[in-house]
């Protein structure tokens, strides 16, 4: 299910909550987004083996530890259990999670779509997706506020969804797949992203979002330098101060947030290492 990845998500679904005025049953929408999340991740390990294995990664799937039978079965749970919780919520939240899911789940990895593999509509999901649960966490209240607070998030999202198809470029090579770091090159990847950073710090600014705009504010000169030095370690730093900057100042204003990080940061970091001898997550730059 890959929980670590949850997080950038709850994070945006908690920013929309912070830029919402309504009450919301909000530990439900995050449990339920939860649910999808891992039936998306799932989803794509499904769909990408070929590329798991050559890019040497999320094994579980590719190298037959978890049949592809069994993986199915989980995805289709969590769909179901996300999208009914989600429903029981309002008809609202059940259509922005069901339009979530088919986007990330199905549209973004099985064929006749397969955005995955689009240098452009690759990065436009994980926008989408962040837009998306910025709006579940914002639900019932979209007002015009909203759909302006949004912006700088989903220019965010787009920053570092550029950065995230540069590690991956030999693989993906391998694979056939036709990425943004592949079809434009690694300096162009690195200056697009620099530049959708600053809009981000921008376009917080205009909205009058202190949640979004300092660490956007702060990650841009770490953008700048990786494009005017795009090597991994400094492509890495970017990605990973770019998210926890922001998971952080939304912990600030969410403690239990906070607290939910860092003891997840933990427990994952006892149980790969006592399951499969890995250090994950970390902050090693390689």
Do not use: E
Not at 9 to 24: E, K, M
Not at 236 to 243: E, N, T, Y
């Amino acid at each position: 299910m890959r929980p670590t990845l949850f997080f950038p998500l709850w994070t945006a679904l908690l920013a929309g909550r912070y830029n919402s005025p309504s009450y919301q049953p909000i530990g439900l929408v995050t449990l339920f987004l939860g649910m999808l999340l891992g039936a998306s991740y799932v989803f794509n390990q499904i769909a990408d083996i070929a590329g798991d294995r050559s890019n040497n990664k999320l094994f579980l799937i590719a190298d037959n530890f978890i049949s592809v039978k069994s993986a199915l079965l989980l995805a289709g749970l969590l769909s179901l259990l996300g999208l009914m919780g989600m429903f029981l919520l309002g008809i609202s939240f059940g259509i922005v999670g069901l339009v979530f899911l088919a986007i990330t789940g199905y549209i973004y990895n099985f064929r006749p779509f397969q955005w995955k593999d689009h240098p452009y509509l690759g990065p436009l999901v994980t926008v989408l997706a962040g837009a998306m649960a910025f709006v579940l966490g914002a639900l019932p209240d979209l007002n015009n506020l909203i759909w302006r607070s949004v912006l700088p998030y989903m220019l965010a999202f787009g920053a570092v969804a550029l950065l995230t198809t540069i590690p991956d470029m030999t693989g993906d090579a391998q694979t056939g797949k036709r990425t943004f770091a592949l079809s434009f090159g690694v300096g162009r990847t690195t200056a697009a992203a620099a530049a959708l950073c600053a809009a981000a710090a921008s376009a917080a600014h205009s909205s009058a979002d202190p949640l979004i705009f300092w660490p956007a504010l702060l990650s841009t000169p770490i953008f700048i330098f990786a494009a005017f030095k795009p090597v991994n370690k400094y492509i890495v730093l970017s990605i990973k101060f770019a998210i926890f900057s922001l998971s952080s100042a939304v912990g600030l204003v969410f403690p239990w947030y906070l607290v939910l990080m860092t003891v997840y940061y933990f427990f994952a970091r006892w149980y790969y290492k006592r399951r499969f001898n890995l250090n994950y997550p970390s902050f090693d730059l390689r």
